[in-house]
């Protein structure tokens, strides 16, 4: 089986003093290091994702700012392929599907941000197409959202969306699960 790493939009605008700042982006990005240098050490192809908003009124990736630039705890190296997508899933108008098949990669692990949004999208997405997907959960964050009136915390949603995918459409581990194995 041939796996490959994707990384998707743990990009400044989630962290402190971002644009769309999220509950724990350090701590998930610092898990995400490490299986990428987990990657990197073994010669595994590495996928970072960069959302870019087109959107008419977007409030955050907006094209030219800092907040758009992948965070400094996972840059990229000059060798790693960098996607640039506009939308949640990451498949939808980029060539990753097509670089993943060039590679015959099979098997995704997959990091990043936001787990009720691009994380969800995007694993859900990679299943449909026949990948074998890992989501590793504490290297995802997410954030606090509002339905009817209510406030879910964003543990519950992070929960909630793992949850949700795991079993299905992804074997949902931590970090170090992942590495040990």
């Known amino acids: 089986m041939k796996t490959a790493l994707l990384l998707i939009d743990i990009q400044n605008d989630y962290f402190p003093h971002g644009k769309m700042e999220l509950v724990e982006p350090i701590e998930a990005s610092l898990r995400a290091k490490q299986i990428l240098t987990d990657f990197r050490e073994k010669g595994w192809p590495v996928f970072h994702i960069q959302h870019i908003s087109i959107r008419q009124g977007a409030t955050f990736f907006l094209p ?51 787990t009720h949004m691009c994380i969800d999208a995007t694993t859900r997405a990679a299943f449909d197409y026949g990948f074998e997907c890992v989501v590793i959960h504490d290297a995802c ?41």
């Open 64 to 114: 030219g700012t800092d907040g758009i630039k992948i965070h400094e705890n996972v840059e990229p190296l000059p060798d790693e392929v960098v996607i640039q997508k506009h939308y949640p899933n990451s498949f939808r108008e980029t060539d990753l599907l097509s670089q993943l098949q060039k590679r015959e990669i099979n098997r995704l692990v997959i990091c990043g941000m936001m």
């Open 141 to 181: 964050a997410s954030r606090n959202l509002t339905f009817n009136g209510e406030t879910i915390p964003a543990e519950h949603v992070h929960l909630s969306f793992l949850a949700a995918l795991n079993g299905t459409y992804a074997r949902v581990l931590g970090a170090e699960e992942f590495l040990r194995t």
